[in-house]
């Protein structure tokens, strides 16, 4: 089994930036990519960025137009969100994935096995 478990979330004010990490434990040679995504109220979960461990290939979501960087430890199972010039429609609750294989898209989340509780990101105008 694999835990993974996200920090980093808070309260910010609009255009400021914000860095959520996750950290993999347990068996975390079955974990070769990463992803983030987020659920806000009412709302369903959407797919945010993605990396792929060994190689570092990262994937968005169009919305992060370039605001939101991935990118992982060469040393640990972990994976790390910055996020720019935050919006209040990013607010949401951030969850944290990992999987050993992805078999169709990145933006799945059907294609991860393991997911963390997720951290809180909340942006104030």
């Known amino acids: 089994q694999v835990q993974l478990r996200e920090s980093g979330g808070g309260l910010v004010q609009v255009g400021d930036s914000l860095s959520l990490s996750c950290t993999a434990s347990?068996?975390?040679?079955?974990?070769?990519?990463m992803g983030w995504f987020r659920q806000s109220p009412g709302k369903e979960r959407e797919f945010v960025a993605a990396?792929?461990?060994?190689?570092?290939?990262?994937y968005y979501a169009d919305f992060v137009k370039g605001r939101f960087t991935i990118s992982r430890d060469t040393d640990a199972v972990m994976a790390h969100l910055r996020m720019n010039d935050l919006e209040p429609e990013d607010t949401a609750l951030y969850y944290c994935?990992?999987?050993?294989?992805?078999?169709?898209?990145?933006?799945?989340?059907?294609?991860?096995?393991?997911w963390g509780q997720g951290t809180q990101v909340t942006v104030s105008s």
């Open positions: 347990g068996r975390t040679s079955s974990t070769f990519h």
């Open positions: 990396i792929n461990l060994s190689f570092g290939t990262t």
């Open positions: 994935a990992g999987a050993k294989y992805i078999w169709s898209e990145y933006s799945y989340a059907a294609e991860y096995d393991y």
